[in-house]
């Protein structure tokens, strides 16, 4: 059983940072993929960004600049640090793992930014 732990999130304002983690239970190296991915009230589900096993990473365009996904091996961890955020970041931040065409997600976490 693939389990993905988010954390991190919270109440930031304009123009802060944040960092997130999700910790997985199994050497991230199993995974073919590892990414963060973000749900508004009322929008579908997005990718933000996205890093697979041989260390390559892709953002999407909201966040290219201002996010950066980062891993380390040794605790199976991924992070998110998001600098100059802004209200349209406000989502719930959802870790994904990619193994064998299938997906899994952590239980999210929220993530405000106040104008």
């Known amino acids: 059983q693939v389990q993905l732990v988010e954390s991190g999130g919270g109440l930031v304002q304009h123009g802060g940072s944040l960092r997130l983690s999700c910790a997985a239970s199994?050497?991230?190296?199993?995974?073919?993929?590892m990414g963060w991915y973000r749900q508004a009230p009322g929008k579908q589900r997005e990718l933000v960004a996205r890093i697979n096993v041989g260390g390559v990473t892709s953002y999407a365009e909201s966040g290219k600049g201002r996010f950066t996904i980062s891993r380390d091996n040794a605790k199976n961890t991924i992070y998110l640090h998001m600098d100059s955020l802004e209200p349209e970041d406000t989502a719930v931040y959802y870790c994904?793992?990619?193994?064998?065409?299938?997906?899994?997600w952590g239980q999210g976490t929220q993530v405000t930014v106040s104008s």
């Open positions: 994904n793992a990619n193994i064998l065409s299938r997906n899994y």
């Open positions: 199994l050497n991230i190296f199993e995974f073919n993929a």
